[in-house]
């Protein structure tokens, strides 16, 4: 089974920009990786997807300031969110589809003034 592992999280301003990175325990050039988040009281939501190709698809929230990407050589994929809302901060997760065991710990974005 595949461990994935979120990092680059933080404090930033609206209108700020930050790269989320999601690191595997090993290859995952075949799979899709998905991006979720889960804000406080919300149910968790989908925002991004990426092929074993490179195709992405996003959530209309996100369409336009997020860019996800992959580089399977080092069995990471990124999440580059530039023009952050208040409205983006919540935990982020990655995970392959359908995808069995617990969630990873998820790494957090906070948008704020």
């Known amino acids: 089974q595949v461990q994935l592992v979120e990092s680059g999280g933080g404090l930033v301003q609206p209108g700020g920009s930050l790269r989320l990175s999601c690191t595997a325990s090993?290859?995952?050039?075949?799979?899709?990786i998905n991006w979720y988040r889960q804000a406080p009281g919300n149910s968790r939501e989908l925002v991004a997807a990426?092929?074993?190709?490179?195709?992405?698809n996003y959530a209309d929230s996100v369409k336009g300031r997020f860019t996800f990407s992959r580089d399977n050589a080092k069995n990471t994929v990124y999440l580059q969110m530039n023009s952050l809302k208040p409205e983006d901060t919540a935990v982020y997760y990655c995970?392959?589809?359908?995808?069995?065991?617990?969630w990873g710990q998820g790494t957090l974005v906070t948008v704020s003034s």
């Open positions: 090993r290859s995952i050039s075949i799979y899709v």
């Open positions: 995970r392959i589809p359908g995808a069995l065991g617990a």
């Open positions: 990426i092929t074993s190709g490179g195709m992405t």
